[in-house]
Nanobody, 124 residues
Framework: QLQLVESGGGSVQTGGSLTLSCAAS????????IGWFRQAPGTERMIVSC????????YYQNTERDRFSMFRDKAKNTVYLHMKRLQPDDTGVYYC?????????????????WGQGTQVTVSS
């Protein structure tokens, strides 16, 4: 049974850092593209970043390009999103999602499997 479990969320002050984890079971993350999405209160879920099966990362919001980074741990079948210099606008529920084929796309409908989400709250 395919399952994605996010963890690592929490409450931090502006300027702080968090590393989110997305652990997969039931399939190998190397065979898919993995996206991280954020849903702020009252807004639609939007893609933040994605990594292809070959390890190429994309960042979809300009403010994240210099502050967020994705990386994989193949042995743990886990993908991480490291976030630094966090700002209040980064607040929301963060979801990881999987799509096959293995290229990154930006829409929620492009991803077939989703985790339950982890809350990130950044206070000023």
């Amino acid at each position: 049974q395919l399952q994605l479990v996010e963890s690592g969320g929490g409450s931090v002050q502006t300027g702080g850092s968090l590393t989110l984890s997305c652990a997969a079971s039931g399939f190998t993350l190397d065979d898919a593209a993995i996206g991280w999405f954020r849903q702020a209160p009252g807004t639609e879920r939007m893609i933040v970043s994605c990594v292809t099966s070959s390890g190429q990362s994309s960042y979809y919001q300009n403010t994240e390009r210099d502050r967020f980074s994705m990386f994989r741990d193949k042995a743990k079948n886990t993908v991480y999103l490291h976030m630094k210099r966090l700002q209040p606008d980064d607040t929301g529920v963060y979801y990881c999602a999987v799509r096959t084929p293995t290229l990154c796309l930006g829409g929620t409908s492009d991803y077939q499997f989703w985790g339950q989400g982890t809350q990130v709250t950044v206070s000023s």
